[in-house]
Structure formats: C-alpha cells, structure tokens
C-alpha cells in the first residue's frame, strides 16, 4: 500500500513538473506593469525587453491582475491584458504593436525547448476579425499564431486562430470569447523542426502537431509575446486587449500541466 502510493505520488510530481525552466515570464514578481519601466538597453534588468509599444504610459498597453490570469494555472499570481489603442505605434510605423521581450541570457534558443503561454479575448474590446494579427511571434516568423483576415484569403474575415510555420497554417479554431487557449511551442533548435502543443481551460497539453520542418532561426532576444495587427486600408482602428497567462520555457520533458512547473 506505502509502496503503491509513493509510486503514484512520484508519477504525479513527474507529470506536473516534467521540464527545466529556463526563463520565467510568469509576471509573479511583478507589483504593477510600471515594473516594466525598469529595464533599459543601460539597465537590462527584469525578465522582460519593454520597447515595442507607443509613446503613452505603460498601463495604456499593459497591465496586471490576479483576474487577467487562466484561473486553473495555480502558478501564476496574475496575468497581463496587452492593448492595441489608437497611440500603439512604435516608431513611427503603421502597424499597432504591443510586445515583450525576454531578458534573459539562458539558451532558449538551443537544442529542444518549450515556449509556453496561454491567451484569451473577450467580447469587449475583441481583436478584429477583419485584420491579420501576428501573435507570441519569432523576428523571422518561423512559427507563431495568428488571428484574422490574412491577405489572399477568401472574403473579408477570419475568426479562427491559427498555427503557422514559415507562413503555412498547420492548425486551426475558432477563437471563442472567454476561453483560455494552453499553448507550447516545440522548437527543435538543432533538429530544425517545431511541433504545436494545446489545450483548453485546465486541460493539460496535447501534441496536436508532430514536429515539421522549420527554419528555426532565432539569437534568443526576439520571440515577441504580445501582438502585432497589420493595417488594412478601409478597416478602422478600435481598442484591442488580448490577455496572456503562464508564460516561460523550459527544456527537457515537456510540462503539460496548465500550472506549468
């Protein structure tokens, strides 16, 4: 009996704390977005690169709470609601952005690791259907999600949320308000291959596609968590809030649990 249960709690603790994290973006030491105003390119410091974002305070485009967060993920204290208003442009350019980057020195981009986070909308202040967005994205587009109308397409909208690799979807559904959507990225670094994990609510994460072929091309400073929505000539701009929660990577044995390691 002692030895039945050791045995199951030994399985436990290995499904739920599976992997080696590398970099921690889960905001748990964070007491407001303001935290973000800490580091520079002269004082590189917190877990994450603010740069990408227009010239308003901070809390315009980010901010924090307990509510903002996939209540089934037990470590995380809060979550973060990044906007898309009319003032999120950054440098000039005539795409919304709001992004974050981590800061961190660790291998994220080596060998086989696991880039985790979970996101939601809701129907206040929902990202357009009719305006490609490019979401949690590498500098070379590799692999990343992306919501609404892309160019090309048929007609004038696009409600789901897609997986792409190399601009090629892979894997899609409907993005329905209100449901926290669990996602892993699989980059094989040295393989050159990535592979898609999901899952919905507390569910735990499921392959849903087996590693492809990728030009897995990244130094480790440009994975950008957050959003970035292409202009669209006779679309109006309107408030956007996409919300993030659990957010790190790790190496090793992927963590399915939703409360991650």
Known sequence: ????????????????????VLWDGRFNDFTSAADLNKWSWSTQVGPYQYYIHGPSAVDKYIALSPSYKNPNDTASKQGAKFTLDSTAFWNGQTMRRTELIPQTKAAIASGKVYYHFSLMRKDVNPPAATKEHQICFFESHFTELKYGWISGEQGTSNT???????????????????VWYNVAYEVDFSGKKVGFWQSEGADPLKQVVAPVSASTSSNGADWHLGVLELPRSGYADANEDIYFSGVYIESGTITTSVSGP
């Open 160 to 178: 789901n949320l897609q997986w792409m690799v190399g601009g090629q979807g892979k894997w899609k559904t409907e993005w329905k308000a209100g």
């Open 1 to 20: 009996m002692k030895t039945t249960l050791l045995t199951a709690l030994a399985a436990s603790a290995t499904a739920v704390q599976a992997g080696t």
